[in-house]
């Protein structure tokens, strides 16, 4: 009830100043902003409709499709030019596909205060491509590990713990930590699992490859050759760092609860909200409702992704070592975007409504609103810790926030896939990725065949075209 | 009214031009575009200009392991899953018409899972068959079977998808045969019953035959649209592990919208027409020579 | 009539199996709808108030609009889907009259030329002459129609096509699979819709799309149900001087009744649910249930209840149908009447 007043109170200050000036006059305009099914992000597109809507005079539709279709649809409507479409709200790996269709976001919002309140990581890279700034973030998003503190602060699994493995019990700082916990409270006769992945295809399962290939693949020395090599565009997916992660990530298995190779990244947030499992890794939404509905409320701690002390090096062939553990945490997803077809009939009035979306007032309070599906990706969003009472006890929200703003600031912090023909790509992945897991095949054997179907992709598509645009997605400049 | 008069009578032209031209100006478009991108190489993206690349699209899909494989699951299903939904179909349509107990009742409940969308279906199915938390697995542990995979292994996910097309679909088997028992004339049987014939034989030699065409027609239907299956694999098992139980629609689908290969998806389109055509004429041709044999 | 007794008992007890086997998956919705996310999350729950404590959140989230809006697809999904239904299921019936009454005979080679001269025309006039789409179709189509018409006059070589042929026709348009012909229609429509007549996301569009996709089941199902019509009541009607349309609303489709229900439910089923066409032809105005069904499972996982809920609202309009429709073929009330 407090959130609401308060949102309430905020619309109406944003409105009383300007109700009667409509400012700027968009009398008659009625925008179609369209992106998938509520209450996740077109709860907060509809939110902030109502204070543009008071603020312009002109009218906001939001349309809502399903996520699976949400692709396809844009793209079959942008490339016909129907103009159905004023603003959507896409997925940045999808970017590359768009972009030909998308207009520029106009200079005046690309300055400012509210603009280098933006994280530079959203800001300078996913938003951008071939140098333009096509979109707008609106939604942060990375990977992250919760942990519960019920257990990792408990005095006799401490004990326990250090006894068994030789090490104090704390947050996993590496992926072999990690799995010495899921072994130590894979406890399958007290209903208590290890850990919960998501390994169903179809059901966000490649993101949680990448995020334990970013800690051995994502090496610093050579920036930008996780997925491909960045001077051949040679795919490296099948390389020793790739192949590591694979088999931890089919290891981890053993420690989820039983029927896991069904489990999508829905699946996972209720069994760690439950307390089912001692720890997930998923997206911010697990922290969330594991302090709000769930039945660990108060013990929810969050920690960037393990990292790593060894890291595979293409170039050289062998495996760099590191005295200090090197965090790549990975941006899976990389959140939610806004931006305005070209063939949008009112792109002035589009891009101010985008503007209202993600300007700090109401952005802050769509990242502390309950189902809206937006997390942090602005400086102000970290800093303003008081906002999130609501939701989490001081500590909950520190650990949270804390390991959000570290991932983004991590030095080595890991892009997500983006490139023409994005689906094509994550096809053979996901396929090859579904017999290496139910162990139709080797993980080597996967692998081999993932990487020989991105060649024959990258070769199809063009290889010189596919490389450059690579290079601009992972902030290389051009050869 | 045979001979000249049915020949020439003009009128038939109004009875059944309507319908052809609706047809016509809808499906027309769609299939020149689909023949000429076919020979086509056409993306979506990456945005690469169109080019002609004569058959090289069929090539590529009959020389595909892929498409070899999902037109095996696919018949498999269909197949199977139509058996049942005819056999079952007609009992309880026979059931219904000889109103057996409460059959105002089973004549609502039984048309129910015709009616509700099938990527619904298919998320229902997901919930009841979750090798877990579903009730199937509850019913399959309490009978000794321990904990299934039902999705994840192969040979259990087909049966699991052939069981849930069954389910949706014997209704609409259960309803035209029950339509077409009601229309049958009723002196037929009253003769027949006055004469003792058993009802064994009063189905063999009686219903059965006059409702073959009717039969005929309804197992077309459900082998046309059957073979079109995809919410059901794409929400339950995405086709996996592999390709395993991919669907040629599901294969086509994600060529064409996930990929938008056009041109690859244009030709496979034509490829499963054949396929269908193949096995609807086989089928027709099998149906007549059986339909002569009781005519 | 011992062996009658016996039948009926196995006949009921199938049906009880058969209601058990329907029934289940519908109530396990049923619930669901009122489980909260923990008696889902950790194991099968069955009864409400023994297993868990149930709530109706997932109905108030669904009607306070935070998961979409139910009403307007609704309306759209009702009205669309009526009235594609009904002109399906009519015009359908005529065209299925036409085949059991009447010969049809057309020469293949006719046929032949049809296709030739629409796509190599629409190739030549969109491909080289730069034609647009809507208009390139519309000239071949005329041109392909008068000339195959005019062809089939004059006697042609070759073998010549029956009225079995011509249904086979009808049913071969629902052969093809859906993908490129709904990317196809997407593409006509946004082109007439550039030549100043909107068919994207209108009633009209969706109309017209969908009675083309009944019109197949229509026309090959009615074409039995109108072959067990004994013909003699008919001639005599025409000895009367009937008009043959007054025949056939008067005293045709009354006499088929059981089978024109039959067949309405079935093309509305199909129409009800129809996913790709929706898709690709609405946006925001028209937008149909199976699409917003389709949403709620969203890229965030799957909220059983929701689904559930989802499910519900869209499955009773097809209830209160279902019961009126099933009445309606009662056996013994129609049939009985007519013969």
Known sequence: MKRLLLSTVAFAALGAGTAMACEPDYTGVTLNVSTQNGPAIASALAAAAVGWEERTCGTVNVIEFPFGELYPKFLTAMSQQTGDFDVIGFVPAWLPDFSTYLSSMPVELQEGSNWDDIHPVYRERLMTWNGEVKSATMDGDMHMLNLRADLLEDPEEMAAFEAAYGYPLAAPVTWAQYYDQAEFFHRPDDGLFGTAEAYRRGGQQFWYFFSHAASYTNNPSNPGSMFFDPETMDAQINNPGWLRALEEYKRGLDFNPPGALNNGSGDVRPLYAGGTVAMNIDWADSGVLGSTEGSIEGHVRTAMLPGSTEIWNHVSGEWDTFDEVVHSPFLAFGGWQLAVPADSENPEAAWDFVAEVISPEVSGQAIVTANSGVNPYRFSHYDNLENWSSVFSEEEAASYLGAQRASLDAPNVALDLRLPGFFSYTEILEIELSKALAGQVTPQEALDAIAEGWDALTDEFGRDTQLAAYRASVGLPPL | MHGDAVRHDKVKYAFIWPAFIIVLVISIFPLIYALTVSFQSVRLVPPLPPRFVGVDNYVDILSSQRFWGSTWTTATIVFVSVAFQYALGFLLALALHHNVRGSSLYRVVFLLPMFIAPVCVALIARMVFHPYLGPVNDAMVGLGFGNLPFLTEPALAIMVLISIETWQWTPFVTLLMLAGLQSMPSEVFEAARVDDIGPWRRFWDLTFPMLLPLSVAVIFIRLIEGFKVIDTVFVLTGGGPGTATETLTLFAYNEGFKKFNLGMTSALSFVFLIVVIVFGTIYLAAARRLMRRYA | MMENR???????????????????????????????????????????????????????????????????????????????????????????????????????????????????????????????????????????????????????????????????????????????????????????????????????????????????FAVWLMRDFFSTVPVEVEEAAQVDNIGRMRIFIQIVLPMSLPGLLATSMIVLAFIWNEFLFALLLTSGDWQTLPILLAGQQSSRGDEWWAISVAALIAIIPMVVIAAILGRMMRSGLLSGSIK
Do not use: H
């Open chain 3, 6 to 216: 016996s039948l009926r008992i196995v006949g009921l007890v199938g049906c009880l199996v058969w209601l058990f086997f329907s029934f289940f998956p519908l109530y396990w919705v049923f619930v669901t709808a009122f489980k909260p996310p923990l008696a889902v999350s950790q194991g099968a729950t069955y009864i409400p108030f023994v297993d868990f404590q149930p709530t109706v959140q997932a109905f108030r989230d669904a009607f306070s609009g935070i998961r979409g809006d139910f009403f307007g697809p609704i309306m759209a999904s009702i009205s669309i889907s009526l009235v594609a239904t009904v002109l399906s299921v009519f015009l359908g019936a005529m065209a299925a009259y036409a085949l059991v009454r009447f010969e049809f005979r057309i020469r293949l080679a006719s046929g032949l030329m049809f296709g030739v001269i629409s796509i190599g025309g629409f190739v030549l006039l969109n491909g080289l002459f730069d034609i647009g789409v809507p208009y390139a179709l519309l000239v071949v189509l005329v041109l392909a129609l008068v000339v195959s018409i005019w062809m089939n006059r004059y006697g042609l070589p070759g073998p010549v096509l029956g009225n079995n042929d011509v249904t086979f026709w009808f049913v071969s348009q629902r052969m093809f699979p859906p993908i490129v012909s709904a990317f196809a229609l997407f593409l006509l429509y946004a082109e007439i819709g550039r030549a100043g007549f909107p068919l994207l996301d209108s009633f009209f569009g969706m109309v017209l799309a969908y009675t083309a996709f009944g019109l197949p």
